[in-house]
Structures are given as C-alpha cells and as structure tokens.
C-alpha cells in the first residue's frame, strides 16, 4: 500500500505506449521492491499495459502473475525479490540505453528501505556517480519498516538523503503518499542533468488503518472479515 502513489506518478511520467510496444526506446521500470508484486501488477492494469482478466488471474496456479514480480509479465522489465538486484541492473540499463544513442530515455528504479541494507546497491550508487548517469532515477520506499522490525533496528541509516548526497546524487525528499509531490520530484529530477535519488516518506499499510505502520502485517493475510473491514475504511475514490 505504501507503493501506490509511487507507482502511479512515475508511469504518470513515462511514454506508456512506448512500453507497451517493447519500443528500443522506451523507458525502464524496475521494480526492484520485488514483493510488491500486488500493487505492481495493479497499476501497471490501471494503465492499460495489463488487461484485467490477465490481472483476475493474480498469484493462481498457471498464472503468470507470481508473488514476485516477473518478466514473464508484459511491461515487467525484470524479474526481482531477491533484494538488492534491480539497482545493480537499472545502472546497467541506463548505461546501455546511453550507449547506444537513446538519451531521452530514462531508467527508475523503485527500492524498499530496508532493501537498501544490501552491500550490492552500494557498488551500483559508485558506478553510477562514476559515470554521471543522468538517466537514472532512484526511487525509496522510505516507510521505515523491514521485515517484522523497524528499518533503523537493523542498521540505522538516517539521514539517508545525505548518504545518498555524498555519492553526489540530486537528493529529493518527498511526502510518498502524494503523487503530485512525486510528479514534482520526477520533473525536477528531469531538469537536473544529474544522477536522481527521491526518497518518498510513506507510510506501511496506508488506508488500512488496523495495519498502518504494524511490522508484523508485512507477513499477516486478510481473512474474510478483515478484508470487509480494510475495503469499508478506504475512501470511497480511492
């Protein structure tokens, strides 16, 4: 829940019909917080690159819609899960997207916090200052939970918009749970000519208020009655 608004603005940004069409040229979409295959899947329905009976199928024996997001799936540029992978691949991508002439495109790469304890998207942070990607978009998922714990119980990495600075990205510290703000950060990342980090401040469970912020409902599921109760507390447009 904490991903949708994030989700929404960056495919709010980019050329869908381009990503629909495979097209050379396209922007990448990396879902690297790849258990977020749920709200994924949805948004990447809302903007017509799933169809909704493919969507219906979700998490089903024979789907391709597994609880991790897959490649397999149209639009899904990178099958990911095992945290601190899609990062290291986004940097590949914007290199071979600049090397082979496609300067407007641009890569986003969407991470948990917790994602970012992973040594491997520290390697990926030095190559992509050492070679000034400017292509390159990354977007955090900062709503301080990891696993069953808090994200600073494991290893404390406030402030991370300065760890992100020091690696000389364009730091850009956002409220998650608005896609304007979002859009905002996105655009003036675009004008930045520099490597772009936006950290969105969010919040685990949004909308679902006996879950909201509950470590421990990184694993729980819905039963029949919390389902009504989690559908009867969201607002009626959402």
């Not at 869908?16 to 749920?38: F, Y």
């Not at 300067?103 to 000034?132: C, I, P, Q, T």
């Not at 969010?202 to 909308?207: H, S, Y």
Request: glycine share 10%.
């Amino acid at each position: 829940m904490s991903m949708i608004e994030m989700l929404t603005a960056v495919y709010e940004s980019v050329d869908v019909d381009k990503i629909k069409a495979n097209d050379a040229s396209r922007d990448r979409v990396i879902q690297s917080k790849g258990h977020a295959a749920a709200a994924t899947y949805a948004v990447l329905a809302e903007f017509g690159i799933l169809d909704e009976e493919t969507v219906g199928g979700y998490h089903q024996d024979g789907s391709k819609l597994a609880g991790l997001v897959s490649h397999a799936v149209p639009g899904v540029e990178h099958s990911t899960g095992s945290l601190g992978h899609g990062l290291p691949v986004a940097v590949g991508a914007a290199l071979g997207l600049r090397s082979r002439g496609f300067n407007e495109a641009r890569v986003f790469v969407l991470l948990g916090d917790g994602e970012m304890h992973e040594g491997s998207n520290w390697e990926a942070l030095m190559l992509a200052h050492h070679h000034k990607l400017s292509n390159l978009v990354v977007m955090i998922d900062n709503n301080g939970i990891s696993m069953i714990t808090r994200t600073k119980n494991v290893i404390d990495m406030d402030p991370l918009s300065a760890r992100f600075e020091g690696f000389g990205f364009a730091t850009y510290v956002v409220d998650g749970r608005s896609v304007a703000a979002i859009r905002s950060a996105i655009d003036a990342a675009g004008r930045s000519g520099r490597h772009s980090v936006i950290i969105c401040n969010t919040v685990k469970g949004q909308g679902v208020a006996f879950a909201e912020n509950d470590p421990l409902w990184h694993y729980r599921t819905l039963n029949a009655e919390t389902y009504k109760l989690a559908l009867d507390g969201l607002p009626e447009n959402d």
